[in-house]
């Protein structure tokens, strides 16, 4: 149980386009997804936590204009990189989290690697 | 300060080793305690989830957690090549606060 998928699970685009990322919990509802950023050897930046139905709470730094994200349902968050630029090439991760009931855990999807040229 | 240290390592040992993976914190209201296997170019697994303080075992796995100390531990036994990875440790102080994540420790088992 607890799976999370995320799709793409890589993407390559051009410069000044946008791209928008998929996070799906497949076996349970996810009442909080959160959106977090990797680059190579480093631990886990945290974007934003969004709560399905509810606009998603940025981390300071964060830009939300350029990071859009949707949680329309609860087993569905977007994540748009708008007007892609090759500073914004990373490693994206989506987690979720079930109801309160079933405690404290994040489970994480397997990541997509965008590479912005 | 971070809120919670992590040896980045890398550590290397032979395969059928203990292994021994730590985590200080500053945060004395962190009440969950979370380790996760993150293999390269891949998400995080959860490995072990724990409550407040005490010891969980899972298989080959176990967790630590002393909260008097503000210290948590994640034991390997009978390692093996597959467990080689970074292993992240992660927690909370509930109430739907977001995970709080050491740096990550890489570890390679080697033959």
């Known amino acids: ?6 799709h793409p699970s890589w993407v ?15 076996d349970f509802q996810a009442t909080t997804m959160f959106w977090y950023r990797q680059f190579p050897k480093q631990s886990l930046m945290l974007m934003a ?30 994540l748009t990189v708008t007007s ?7 490693f994206y991760i989506c987690s979720a989290r079930g109801l309160a009931a079933f405690g404290e855990t994040q489970y994480f999807g397997p990541g997509t690697r965008l590479l912005v040229l | 300060q971070k809120e919670v240290e992590q ?7 032979p395969e059928g080793a203990i292994v021994s993976l730590n985590c200080t914190y500053s945060n004395s209201a962190f009440q969950y305690f979370m380790w996760y296997r993150q293999y390269s170019r891949k998400g995080p697994e959860l490995l072990m989830y ?19 100390s503000k210290y948590i531990s994640l034991f390997i036994r ?4 597959s467990d080689s990875a970074t292993y992240l440790c992660a927690m909370s102080a509930g109430g739907g606060n977001k995970l709080t994540f050491g740096t990550g420790t890489q570890l390679k088992v080697e033959l």
């Open chain 2, 7 to 13: 040896d980045p390592g890398p550590l290397s040992v």
């Open chain 1, 84 to 90: 892609a630029h090759p500073e914004d090439s990373s």
């Open chain 2, 78 to 81: 009978d390692s093996q090549p």
């Open chain 2, 50 to 68: 724990t409550y407040s303080s005490g010891n969980k075992e899972d298989g080959r796995f176990t967790a630590q957690v002393d909260k008097s």
């Open chain 1, 1 to 6: 149980g607890a799976v999370v998928s995320q």
């Open chain 1, 49 to 78: 936590t969004s709560n399905e139905g509810s606009k998603a709470t940025y981390e300071q730094g964060v830009e939300k204009d350029k990071f859009l994200i949707n949680h329309a349902s609860l087993t569905l968050s977007t």
């Open chain 1, 12 to 26: 390559i685009c051009k410069s000044g386009t946008s791209v928008k990322i998929e996070c799906r919990s497949l």
